[in-house]
C-alpha cells in the first residue's frame, strides 16, 4: 500500500497536536441558520442558491442527511436546543399566540403559548459553565430572558447592534455581515490559547427569515441567473450566499488562529424554508408544515482530523442533541435531575452508523395560518398546520391531528375520521401515500408509542370545542 505524503504529514500534525494539548477541551462553533430549508444550500442539491463555503467545509466533514429541528418555526425549536428538551416541558411550542388565523376557522381551542424559557431551567450555556467553557449567545435569540440570564457571558442581539428590524442599519450595515464581525471578534478575543478556557459560540444569523433583504451586488448576480423550480427568487439567493459568506469568515478566523484541529463547527437551522420564496423539493412543505419540508434541517459536522471527511450520516438527529453533544465533548456530566431528551451525536461523528434510539417526538397544540406559497402542499388551504403530535420511528412517520382525534371519534372513529396519517419515508419521502388505513399494525404501533410519549412528558393536548367554529365545508 503506497501511503502518500500529505497523508503521513497529516498524522504527524495530528500527533503533535494530540501531545501538546492533551487536556485541551474542544471549542465549540454551532451556526444556527434562520428559516433555511433542507435543500437551500448547495451540499444538499442546490444549484440555483450558491453556497460554495458552506459546501467545502460539509464536504470535508460529515452530512446529516436526516437532521430535524424539534419544531416548524422559530422559537421552539430554539428553546428545545437550547434547553436540551422537548417542547412539553418548556412549554414553548410556537411563536407568539398559538390561536393564530381567524378563530372562525378554528375547530378547536388549541394549548396557551409560553414565550419564554423559564429561568429555573438549565441551558446548555448553563450546563458548560462548569467545564470551563466561556459561551457566547450572538444573534437571533426568541425565547425571552436575555442569554446573559440564562448562562451566556456574552450576549448580543439586533436590537444591541441597531437593527429595531429588519436587515439594514441605519448605516446600510447588512446584519449578516455584522453579526459574522462580532462573531470573529469574540473568537478573537477568546482565544484559547490567550485565555486557557475553551469557547462555545452560538452564532444565530437573523437570515434567511423575512424581510427578505439582501446586498444589491450579490443580487445581480441571481437576477441574471435561471432559476429552477421555486429556486428563483434573486434576493433569497443572495440572503443565503452572505450566509456562505459568514460561514467562510468565521472559518477564515478559526484557520488562523490556528484553531481547527480542536473545534467542532455544526451547520444547522431551526425550521424549513419560507413557502413564498423557496421550496424543498422532493419534500413536501416548508416552515410551519410538520411533514418533512417544515422540519428536516441542512446539517453538517466539521472537525479536520476528528471528523472523516466527505462522510455522511442518514441516522435520524434532532436539535435536541446538540446539547447531550457538547457536554459529552466537554467532557462534563449532565445536570442532576434534570431530564434530557436529546442524544449524543458523539458516537456518530465519530464514524458509528447506527444510533440506540427508537423515536423522534413531536408536540404542537397551535395554528399557523397560510401565507402564499405551498398551499397545495399543506394538509389544508387555510392553515399550514392545524394542532398536532408526530412520531418518527424508523422509517415510518405519523401525524396525529387533534381536532378530529378529539371531536370525530377518536381511536373508535379512526379509519373514518382522518386524525391520524402515517407514511413510509423510505419509499415516500415527499408524504404523499397516507397508509394509515393499509398498515394498521403500524399505524397502531406508531400511535401507541406516541400517545405513551405524551403521557411520559405530561404534553397538554387539545381537547376543548371552539364555539366560534364555522364549518366552511372543507
Ligand atoms: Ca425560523
Excluded at 246 to 273: H, P, W
Excluded at 451 to 473: C, F, H, K, M
Aim: glycine share 8%; with cysteine.
Amino acid at each position: 500500500m503506497k501511503i502518500s505524503t500529505s497523508f503521513l504529514f497529516f498524522v504527524i500534525i495530528q500527533l503533535l497536536c494530540r501531545c501538546t494539548t492533551p487536556d485541551q477541551k474542544p471549542n465549540i462553533v454551532f451556526i444556527f441558520i434562520d428559516d433555511m430549508g433542507w435543500k437551500d444550500v448547495g451540499f444538499m442539491g442546490a444549484t440555483y442558491y450558491e453556497t460554495p463555503n458552506i459546501d467545502k467545509l460539509a464536504n470535508e466533514g460529515m452530512i446529516f442527511t436526516n437532521a430535524y429541528a424539534n419544531a416548524a418555526n422559530c422559537a421552539p425549536t430554539r428553546a428545545c436546543l437550547l434547553s436540551g428538551q422537548y417542547s412539553p416541558r418548556h412549554g414553548l411550542f410556537t411563536v407568539a399566540g398559538s390561536d393564530r388565523g381567524k378563530s372562525e376557522d378554528r375547530r378547536i381551542i388549541p394549548i396557551k403559548n409560553t414565550t419564554e424559557i423559564a429561568l429555573d431551567k438549565i441551558t446548555i450555556a448553563e450546563a458548560l459553565k462548569p467545564a470551563g467553557y466561556v459561551s457566547a449567545a450572538i444573534g437571533k435569540w426568541h425565547i425571552g430572558h436575555k442569554p446573559q440570564a440564562q448562562g451566556f457571558d456574552v450576549g448580543i442581539d439586533r436590537g444591541d447592534l441597531g437593527y429595531p428590524y429588519g436587515h439594514y442599519n441605519e448605516d446600510s450595515v447588512y446584519l449578516t455581515d455584522h453579526l459574522t464581525d462580532v462573531a470573529v471578534d469574540f473568537i478573537r478575543e477568546n482565544n484559547p490559547k490567550e485565555t486557557g478556557k475553551p469557547f462555545f459560540l452560538y452564532l444565530a444569523h437573523h437570515a434567511v427569515h423575512t424581510p427578505i433583504q439582501a446586498k444589491e451586488e450579490i443580487m445581480k448576480k441571481y437576477e441574471n441567473k435561471e432559476g429552477i423550480d421555486c429556486h428563483n427568487h434573486a434576493t433569497y439567493a443572495a440572503m443565503v450566499e452572505s450566509v456562505d459568506e459568514s460561514v467562510r469568515d468565521v472559518n477564515k478566523a478559526l484557520e488562523e488562529l490556528g484553531l481547527s484541529e480542536n473545534t467542532l463547527v455544526v451547520f444547522f437551522s431551526d425550521n424549513g424554508g419560507h413557502g413564498t420564496y423557496t421550496c424543498q423539493k422532493p419534500l413536501r412543505g416548508g416552515k410551519g408544515m410538520y411533514y418533512e419540508g417544515g422540519i428536516r434541517e441542512p446539517m453538517f459536522a466539521y472537525w479536520p482530523g476528528k471528523i472523516k471527511a466527505g462522510s455522511s450520516n442518514d441516522v435520524p438527529v434532532i436539535s435536541t442533541d446538540f446539547y447531550p453533544t457538547f457536554l459529552e465533548l466537554a467532557g462534563q456530566a449532565a445536570p442532576e435531575n434534570y431530564p434530557l431528551d436529546g442524544k449524543s451525536i458523539v458516537p456518530l461523528i465519530s464514524g458509528e452508523t447506527s444510533f440506540d434510539r427508537e423515536s423522534l417526538f413531536w408536540h404542537f397544540p397551535a395554528y399557523l395560518e397560510a401565507y402564499a406559497g405551498l398551499k397545495e402542499e399543506s394538509r389544508d388551504p387555510i392553515f399550514r398546520t392545524r394542532p398536532v403530535s408526530v412520531i418518527r420511528k424508523g422509517d415510518w412517520k405519523l401525524l396525529l391531528f387533534y381536532e378530529e382525534w378529539m371531536l370525530d371519534g377518536g381511536s373508535d372513529q379512526i379509519t373514518t375520521n382522518n386524525a391520524v396519517e402515517l407514511y413510509n419515508l423510505s419509499n415516500d419521502i415527499s408524504e404523499t401515500n397516507n397508509l394509515s388505513n393499509k398498515e394498521v399494525e403500524k399505524r397502531d404501533e406508531l400511535l401507541d408509542d406516541l400517545l405513551a410519549w405524551i403521557e411520559d412528558t405530561g404534553a397538554q393536548v387539545p381537547t376543548e370545542r371552539n364555539a366560534e367554529y364555522v364549518d366552511s365545508g372543507l
